[in-house]
């Protein structure tokens, strides 16, 4: 029973970065209907630039705080001169981008800093947290930092002018022109709230899975089935699905088929939820008429 | 006399390479309200979306007696233009207050703004009591008076409206087009009104333009055009 309560609790953190991951996977898609595949790398290039701020001295909060606002800026700048040129491109041509960005990023942390495994050190106190027996420290203010992370989105877009307006040009582009508001660069600060928000998730996943240029590959991808469990459109039930999965992956994992092959949980998730219930849990069917 | 608040000469608007609208004049006067009148399809719509740049255009339009510089649709709103689209824009997904909180997204006159949603409340007390509904539940005509109040929250100096009258019971498209000359005349906001129903466009209008396929076919006084008889017997059905 304590190894079931372990194995759940530890499934929490994880499923905390993939809870955010996914969220920021559905803030792009809500904007523009298209998953952006390059969010994971994305998320790893910044965990670099937050290793690299702590190996020279930088005391590890600030190099967070630092990380959060430099991933905002890339992300935005990398909406604005590389993914908005394909706008009116068809979907496959946006598609292709995001790809190719998740191998330009993946490919530049390489040769920047190498493909050997780094240890990425942990914000929080040696020792588990209020005699927490069934989390390490680590796992505790992941979940924290997560929660923290949550509740600062959705105070943004349910309170702020700016995100009001952000959620209504996600919704209606027309109409949000006619108010005045300027869609386009909308769209750019969504794109920096997701890289910002995915360099959490990497700097929170890092000390767990261990910092390497291909440390998020699977974290996407359990993301992914996160987002697709809970409703791709749904920002809520993504989160949702995102701890969902976590507890899932460890579950079955330690149980059932073992550590090895454990990412195929996500697949199975993935394609079950897409046969049995395509818009998720939480999803809004869309019913097209022809 | 002041110059007119929006002139429009040899207005040609385009869809993609299609040509909808092939050289139209008409003006709106400062405080009037100017209707264009016409079948479906005529042209229209069209020639409020490229007022508003939300679709390519050519020749010449005049704000205030100055070619309109805006070349984007939300520098066009910036400018004081606000446009009521056809289908009626509405936010569904947002509540009615957040709704008319976009309206006034560009305002930075926090207390006017203020006294804004009071005015627009007071001419549409149903509005008030379903600011926290859904706007996507609305009947059409709440989404209406919804899409008009959001408009006027701009506080325009310009107000476009693309067949306010479309799909409604006749009672409330009264009662839309009293608050209209409200507007007009109490709030000394220009009006430029498409409309199909011509009878009541031209009660409140003072100046109307009869677009067909793209062009204007006879415009000038509402009374004049009123009392046309060609436009009496095909458009006004007496």
Redesign the interface.
Known sequence: MVEFLHQFASGLALGGVYAITALALVMIYQATHLVNFAQGEMAMFSTYFAWKLIDSGTPYWLAFVATVLVSFVAGLLIQRFIVRPFARAPILASVIVFIGLAFIFNAMAGWLYGYTIQSFDSPFPGRPWFGNVYMSAHESGAVLVTFAVLALVYGFFRFT?LG??M??SA??P??????????GWMLAIGWGLAAAIGSVAGMMAAPIVYLDPNMMSGILLYSFAGAVLGGIDNPWGAVLGGFVVGVLENLVGAYLVGAEVKLSVALVIIVGVLVVRPSGLFGRRIVARV | MTAPILEARALEAFYGAVQVVFGVDFLVEDGGVTTLLGANGAGKTTILRAI?A?IRRAGRIDFRGAPMAAR???DV??LGV??V?DGR??????TVE?NL???A??RKDRNAVKADFERVFAYFPRLAERRRQQAGTLSGGEQQMLAIA?ALL?RPSLLLLDEPSFGLAPLIVADIFKILRAINQTDRVSLLIVEQNANLALDLADRAYLIETGRVVIGGPAATIRNDDSVRRAYLGY
């Not at chain 1, 027309?174 to 869609?183: D, K, T, W």
């Open positions: 002018p009001l307006a959620r209504a919704q209606n027309v109409s949000s022109r006619l108010v005045g508001i300027r869609v | 508003s939300m984007a649709t939300e709103a910036r606000a446009h689209p824009g509405t936010f569904t997904d947002l957040e909180r976009l309206g997204y560009i959001r701009l």
